[in-house]
Structure formats: C-alpha cells, structure tokens
C-alpha cells in the first residue's frame, strides 16, 4: 500500500516538472550519402595482387567500370604509384594506356597529373610502355588545347625521344608534333643543347617533322608525312619547300608511304597552285598544280591498287590544271622500252622530207633514235601520259570506278575536256562490273549539258537497255532525258531500242514513257520530220486507227505530243483520231502529256487555252501573291472571331489553289495553309461561348476543342517532319504551335476531369517543354514577342511553384491574350510524297493464294524529297478486317535514279484466312518519325553520363504519317484441296 501512494506520488511530481519544463527535441541526426571511393577500391584490389598476372587482371576488371570525374584524380594517383613499384611491363602498359583512357573522362581536367605522366618517361626502359606514355600525352594534350605551357613542355618532351631506337616511340613524337605544334613558334633543338642556352639552333615544327621523311623505317616515314597533313587539317600553312621531298617519297618501295605522299602532294598543289617549279632535265618551268597533276598521274600506274584508287579520285579535284595536262591524260601514245616512238605518219612525214626511205637492209634502220633518261620520265614528260585510259582500263574495279568519279568531276567544269572523254565513258558502258556501268552512266548524265552524242556512241549507250538490271535500265532512262542527240536518225534508233525495251521488259512502262516525254521536249525539230512515219498517216489513204491499249502506241505519241508543244506546225499532221487520243492522254496521263494549242479543233478548244492564273505567270508574282497573303492574316488580332475565321478559310483555299497551280512554290504553299489550319483550328477552339458557360453545359464544345486539339498536334508533326528546307525560325513556329496545344489541352482535362491527381503529371510535364523550349531556340525568343511563350516565360518561376488550378487558369487566359505568330517564309521548301506505281489497283482479277500461305505482292514506288528513306519509309497494309501490318522495307530495296528521287521497289508479303469472296486490301506508304530525331533534338548525353533522373519531354513520342495515297489490291485467300 505505502509503495503504491508512493508511486502516485512520483508521477504527480514528474507531471509538475514536465508541465513547467517541456522536453527539448532532440534534433535529428543528418545523414550524409557518399559513394565508396574509386581509387580505394583499387588500392586494395592492386595491393591483393600477388603476381603481375593478378594485377593486370584486376586492371582489366577496373577498365570495364566507369569513374565519375570527381574520381578521377585519386584513382590516377592510385596508377602512378603502383607504376613506379612494378616491375613487369605489361602491367605497366595497361596501367598507362588507362591513365590516357582516364584523362578523356567528360568533365575532368587532366593538367593535375601532367607532371606525374611526364616523369614515368625519364627512368622507363620499355620502348612498348614509352610509347603508350606518349600517347597518354597526346591525349592530355588535346584535352588542353589552351594551355600554351603545357602544349609547350609536351612539344619538347616529343623532341627529345624523336632519337629513340625504337619506331614506335618515334611515330608517338610525330604525331604529338602534329597534334599540338604550331608554326609561329620556334623550337629549341634538345639534342644540341639544353634548352634554352644560348646559341643552340632553332628550328622550325616542319623542318623537324620532314626530317624524318628519309627515315630507315617506313612505318616512321608514313607517320611524319601524316603529321604534316595533321598540321594541315589544324589551318597551318605548310612551307613549298617540302613539295620537292613529298615527290621523291611517291618512288618509296613502301605502299603505305606512296599513299601518304600523294595525299601531301595534293595538298600543296592546292595551296601553291601558281608557283612555279622548274622542270628536272631541262630548262623549262612549270606551274606546281600542273607538274603535281602529272606526277599524281604516274601513280595511277602505281603497283599498288590502294594507291591507284587514291591517285584517281585525287585527280577529279584538281580543277586548277591547265586544259593542255588536262587533255593528255586521255592521250595514249606509243611507247618502245622508254624510248620516244614516232607514230608511222610521223616517220613517213619525216623521210618523205628528207628523201630518204628505209631500205630494209639494215636491222631497225628506222628505229628512234633519241635516249631516254628513265629517271626522269613520267607520263607527262613522255608524252604517254593517258592516266585515265589506264584507270579505266585498269583490272580492279575500284580503280574504274574512281576514274570514271574523276573524269566526271573534271568533265564537269571543262566543256571541251567533256566532248574528248565522252567516247571513254561510253566504252565503260560495257564494263563487266554493274557498279561501274552505273557510275559511268551517272557520270554521263552529270555532264550531259556539254555534249551531244553521234549515232555511233548513241549505238553503244542504247545497248545497254537490253541489261538485265532493272537500276542500268532505269539509270539509262534518266540519262536520255537529260541527252541531246545529233540527228533524226538518232530519234528513230532511240524510240526503236525503248520499244523493244518496253516489250521485253513490261514494268518499265513508266519510266520509258517518261523518258521519251524529255526526247521530245529536248529535239522538236528532229521529230517533225518523223511525225508521218511515227504516226502511220498518208497524204491520200485513211491508215486504221491504233489501239490505245498498247503501251507502244502510248509511247510513240508521248514523243509526239511533245516535241508538239514546241513546233506549232506539227498539229497539221495528225490524223483525226490523233486529235481524240490526245484528248483521251491529256486527262488521263496529263503528267506526260503538255497542254497543246490545237486551232480549229472543236474537239480540244477547252484544252487549246492557256491557264492564265499564277500557275501560268512567274514565279516571283506567285511568291509575292504568297507573301501579301499571308501579310493579311497576320492582322487577325484586329477582326472579331468570325471575320478572323473566314479570313482563314479563304487564305488557306487561295494557298491551296496556288500550290496546284504553281509547282514551283507547292511545297511552300502547303506548308503554309497547314500552318494556318492550325491556326484557325485554335482559334475555333478558343472562342467566346466555350469560356463562358458551365462546364457540365458544355460538353459538346469540350468534345469539338478536344478533337481540334488532336488534329493540331497532327498537323504539327506533319509541319516538322514532312517537309524539308525548314530554318530554325520556323521549326521554332511550329514548337510554339505545338505548345499551344498542349496547353489547351491541359485546361480541357481540368475542365472535364476531377481531383487534382491527374492534373499533377501533366503540369509538370507542360513546364519542362517550356523550360525545353526556351533552351533549343534561345536565339529565336526575339521573335516571339507578345506571343503565348514570351507570356509564360515572363510568369515562369510563379508557373514552377503554383498549383495545378492555379496554373490553368494562368494558361486559359495566357491563351485568348496572345497574338498570332507570323511565318515566315524560306527560300525553298520541298514537301516529301510518294507515288505508288505498282500495284496500280486497276485490276479486277484478285490474287488467290491458299489459306495460311503467303503470296508476294510486289511495290514499286517512287519516292521525292523523303530525307534518310531508309530509316523513315514503311509500308503498311489494311486488311478489310481492320488489321493493319507495317513492313520495312530493306535498305537494298532503296535505288536512287536521279538527284533528288529515290526510288523503292520490294515485295510485300501477304496471307490471310479463308474468305467466302475476294476482297480488297489497302496499301500505301507511311513516314515514320520520332521527337527523338527532330531537326533541333536536345544533344546526347555522352558516353558514361547516365540519362536516369533526366526529364523526358517528347523523346518518347512516335507515330507515322500518310506519305502516298492508298492503292487496293484484291486478293482472294481460298481453302487448301483436300
């Protein structure tokens, strides 16, 4: 009982202190998170290590691990140190080679172990470890390009090992030489001297580096032609006097030295094109790009075919030869061991001058008679130069194929030079590798515009259309367009080879046509004279009228109708009939088929006038009818909301009329009527009555703003990734549309959802791609002024800490304050589309195929203005069921026959259940894209950055868009007989 009352009595006491004196809170530990050090660990792991074989094995282990730059420095301490303790070298090798590894760590600075690196050079033994050191160096180096000290000491440590016995140590020094040497500095000879006494010589980077051109070592003589190149490249001026030793080393024994020094003897024959040299063995001089062009043209005889490749597309950049050289190279004279042989007409000329004839009765009476110094000769001195006849010529179709690259590249600038290598391109039509009849036939089209092709070499190009290869077809077809030809005779023969062309090979049909669409455009006069025969008309006798279902006869007038164009006097010609078939072609192939002015033809009077709207005036006129346009719209702030939407509507039809009328400004009329369709989409969106009832009385105009806010994140896909030609300003204007959306579409989900949660995601992430916005067009903000993103960038650290409410109000009315956007328009803008060819869903026989079998539907499409095809272009087929299968084509499937077009040709394959009656499937062509690969995506994090905690804004987001129109395709899959 007493221990009781006792108790109670302790407690009162204790509430009574506790009342008076509350307790102080402990305050809490902080704890602080550190990730365990990197160089302990391998401390400990290199001192567990009992053998060189344990360590480097611990090393390998440690190589595979990433070191966060902060770590870096302790963890190179850790190396240094046990460099010095061991004694193996292969461990001391790969100690090194991770301290230059180590030193490329992003955001590290390696000057604080300069001193260190430098050091291990003076005691090592090793020429292997001495050169990895060296390299470490230069990799140090390069980290620290504006450290002039540092790039100083390393200059000189090069230097003083540029004596080592050792080949690799000295490539090392050659290399730092050409990384980090400069020319307006003067170096100290270390070897003389210790650096800096007095009267020790100095010397030049480039004097030092071509010393060791005539290096014992080839490996050591490549490396210092390689270092003076690296000068080059890093803007340094290399001196004229190392032009005469780049030309003795293009004799060197070694191929990989030869290679070197045609490449240096390039690159001072375009920095010294007009000095001059004088000529060895005579008293001539010449201009170095001449003299250098003919010793480039020597190597092309080069044993080795690396160096032929090389010396050959070396040859196409040298512009600056004089026409003369130039025209040599396609000379192939007669040559008789090194002696200078007369041709017969000149030894008859000769003799018939002098009275004397050979009599026969002395051997080789009428041999030559002049020595050659076979040191001095090369084929411009012996006047057998014909460098390209040997490339063209040469066995490894490499060579060829560089040499027609040349010859085209040369062609190019050189009019006359293009008429003499014409017949040598023409002969290559007959190469025996695909690839180089492809190339010449490219070639020849490239230079198409300076030549005129004979009936002869018209002869030999036309053969090639019998070639199995669908792309030497086709490529043959683009070179016809662009080829002027000589006589009518010359029409005939090419319309007889593309017909029997379209005979053999049917799926040529398109092509051919469009090829004799540019014969007839390119030579009017030439085909008036065939009209009577082409067309199989008589003065006196009707003549049955052709089938128009032969592809033959479609052709022949293809080539009629527009040479007819040109030639108003050919209209006379036609027959009766001729007049309704063009009728017929004008509507249904009015791509090949020109509008013609028929007089008198009650038939064609509707055809006989010309359009007189901007399709038919100039350019300039449409450009300016674009630019007053949208000058109008951009007043939209001062009309009420439905003159501002019927001002919309009427831009966008006049744009979308003057995009059909004018071909020329498509891209950038349908650029801009997109953009505008935005616009009056958001406008219609953001009107008055929305705003202002109740929500539940409104969901109608939610529903309605909902879809126009789909529709407009669409459309600015299609902004960005369907046309090409766009500047920053205006992938910025499509950003900014885009942000405008989304932004309204985050007042619509606040509108019709309920509870904040939902609202907490989407917010956060609306304000990273503001913040992402402002940070890709920093330099466009200007621009932006009075806009919806100048708006919220001015309220943003108050957008950052508001709630999600808060921050949609502050967006609805952000929204009907801004102003309209004006576009601007670039130079040029291309919108990608593609044509389907084949199938051409005309057929009404369906392809019947076994159930659960597949049948392969072959695609031929052409393609223009798509950017990277073979990444973005899919081909997707529906099925009347509603499946849908998207199918990637093969990078292979991807032909390019002209500049510009790219061509697609792959096969689909296709199955499907048993179906009671043929149905038809859709086929098109889709752009595939990703926010990933926009034209102004956020740059890479680099190589041990890790991308957790980022914020992802758009690069998740994908989707396709419709490239071509659908074609149907009926198909029939039926059961298997049992």
Not at 174 to 198: F, I, W
Not at 725 to 741: K, M
Request: hydrophobic fraction near 40%; aromatic fraction near 6%.
């Amino acid at each position: 009982m007493m221990a009781a009352h006792l108790k109670k009595r302790v407690y009162e006491e204790f509430s009574k202190v506790v009342q008076q004196h509350p307790l102080e809170e402990v305050p809490a530990k902080k704890l602080r998170l550190t990730k365990p050090s990197k160089s302990a660990a391998l401390h400990l792991d290199l001192c567990k290590a009992t053998n060189p074989t344990d360590a480097l094995q611990y090393l390998l282990q440690f190589a595979r691990k990433t070191v966060e730059a902060e770590s870096v420095e302790g963890v190179a301490r850790i190396l240094l140190e046990h460099y010095y303790k061991e004694t193996d070298t292969s461990v001391r090798l790969k100690i090194a080679s991770l301290l230059g590894l180590l030193s490329k760590t992003q955001g590290f600075s390696p000057d604080c172990i300069v001193d260190d690196a430098i050091s291990t050079l003076n005691n090592e033994k090793s020429h292997q470890v001495l050169a990895q050191l060296l390299d470490t160096l230069l990799v140090i180096g390069t980290q620290l390009p504006d450290s002039v000290a540092i790039t100083q000491r390393l200059i000189e440590v090069a230097c003083k090992h540029l004596s080592d016995t050792y080949f690799g140590v000295r490539n090392k020094c050659l290399q730092l030489l050409g990384c980090l040497g400069t020319v307006d500095k003067p170096l100290t000879k270390e070897s003389d001297a210790t650096t800096g006494t007095s009267g020790a010589p100095t010397r030049d980077v480039q004097s030092v580096i071509s010393d060791y051109f005539a290096d014992q070592d080839p490996r050591v003589r490549t490396a210092a032609i390689k270092a003076m190149l690296q000068l080059h490249d890093r803007g340094m001026k290399l001196q004229q006097t190392i032009y005469n030793q780049a030309c003795k080393l293009l004799n060197d024994d070694y191929e990989q030295v030869r290679s070197a020094a045609v490449q240096m003897v390039w690159v001072l024959s375009q920095l010294y094109a007009e000095s001059i040299v004088p000529i060895p063995s005579s008293n001539e001089e010449i201009r170095l790009v001449d003299d250098s062009f003919g010793k480039i043209c020597h190597m092309v005889s080069d044993g080795s075919w690396v160096v032929r490749v090389q010396a050959a597309k070396l040859l196409g950049s040298m512009l600056q030869v004089s026409p003369h050289f130039l025209e040599q190279t396609l000379d192939k004279k007669l040559m008789s061991d090194l002696r200078r042989k007369r041709t017969a007409h000149e030894r008859a000329k000769e003799l018939y001058a002098s009275g004397e004839f050979s009599s026969g009765r002395r051997w080789a009476d009428d041999a030559p008679k002049e020595k050659v110094d076979t040191s001095g000769v090369n084929l411009i001195d012996s006047g057998a130069c014909g460098a390209f006849v040997h490339g063209l010529e040469d066995e490894m179709y490499e060579v060829r194929t560089a040499s027609v690259e040349a010859l085209c590249l040369l062609a190019q600038s050189s009019a006359s030079f293009a008429e003499k290598c014409l017949d040598f391109l023409v002969d290559m039509f007959n190469d025996e590798i695909e690839e180089v009849r492809l190339q010449s036939i490219h070639a020849l089209r490239q230079i198409s515009i300076h030549i005129t092709l004979r009936e002869d070499q018209l002869d030999t190009v036309l053969a090639v259309l019998e070639d199995s290869s669908r792309d030497i077809r086709e490529a043959l077809h683009e070179l016809l367009c662009y080829t002027n030809v000589s006589t009518k005779e010359c029409i005939q023969l090419a319309l007889l080879e593309l017909l029997k062309n379209l005979t053999k090979y049917p799926t040529d049909r398109n092509s051919v046509w469009k090829c004799l669409k540019f014969l007839g455009v390119r030579h009017p006069t030439l085909v008036l004279p065939l009209v009577p025969e082409l067309l199989s008309t008589h003065p006196y006798f009707d003549t049955p009228e052709p089938d128009m279902d032969d592809p033959a006869y479609i052709a022949v007038l293809v080539l009629v109708f527009n040479a007819a164009k040109s030639c108003p006097t050919m209209s006379a010609l036609f027959s009766d009939h001729t007049f309704r078939h063009y009728a017929y072609l004008r509507d249904s192939l009015s791509h090949l088929v020109p509008q013609l002015r028929l007089p008198g033809k009650k038939l064609t009077s509707g055809l006989g006038s010309e359009a007189c709207g901007p399709g038919s005036g100039s350019v300039e006129s449409a450009r300016l009818f674009l630019q007053d346009s949208l000058a109008h719209v951009s007043m939209l702030q001062s009309l009420e909301a439905p003159g501002a939407q019927d001002l919309l509507d009427f831009t966008i039809r006049d744009l979308q009329r003057l995009g059909e009328l004018q071909t020329e400004l498509a891209g950038s009329a349908d650029f801009c009527a997109t953009y505008l369709r935005c616009q009056l989409l958001l406008t219609k969106a953001l009107q008055e009555k929305l705003w202002n009832i109740a929500v539940p009385l409104c969901l109608k105009q939610n529903a309605m703003a909902s879809a126009a806010v789909k529709q407009i994140l669409e459309e600015t896909y299609k902004l960005e990734f369907l046309y090409s030609g766009l500047e920053t300003r205006q992938v910025a204007t499509i950003h900014h549309v885009r942000l405008q959306a989304k932004a309204l579409q985050l007042v619509l989900t606040a509108r019709t959802k309920r509870g904040v949660d939902p609202l907490i995601g989407i917010s956060e992430k609306f304000i990273q791609e503001v913040e992402s916005f402002q940070r890709l067009f920093m330099s466009e903000l200007p621009h932006f002024q009075e806009s919806f993103v100048e708006k919220l960038l001015e309220v943003m650290p108050r957008l950052v800490a508001c709630k999600p409410l808060d921050l949609v109000k502050i967006l609805q009315t952000t929204l009907r304050q801004s102003g309209f956007l004006h576009l601007k328009i670039p130079e040029q803008i291309h919108r990608a589309s593609a044509t389907i060819i084949e199938p051409t869903g005309e057929s009404d026989n369906p392809l019947r195929f076994t159930t659960g079998l597949v049948v392969a539907l072959d695609i031929d499409a052409t393609l223009e203005h798509v950017q990277e095809p073979q990444n973005t272009v899919k081909v997707q087929v529906l099925y009347p069921d509603g499946q849908a299968h998207i199918i990637h084509p093969k990078p292979g499937d991807f032909r390019h026959p002209g500049p510009g077009r790219v061509r697609l040709i792959t096969q689909v394959y296709l199955s499907h259940s048993a179906w009671t009656e043929p149905c038809q499937i859709e086929v098109r062509l889709l752009l595939a894209y990703s926010s990933s690969t926009s034209k102004l995506s956020s740059p890479k994090p680099a190589w041990n950055e890790s991308t957790e905690g980022l914020p992802q804004t758009e690069s998740s987001i994908e989707g396709t868009i419709p490239l071509s129109k659908p074609v149907k395709v009926f198909i029939m899959p039926k059961l298997a007989r049992r």
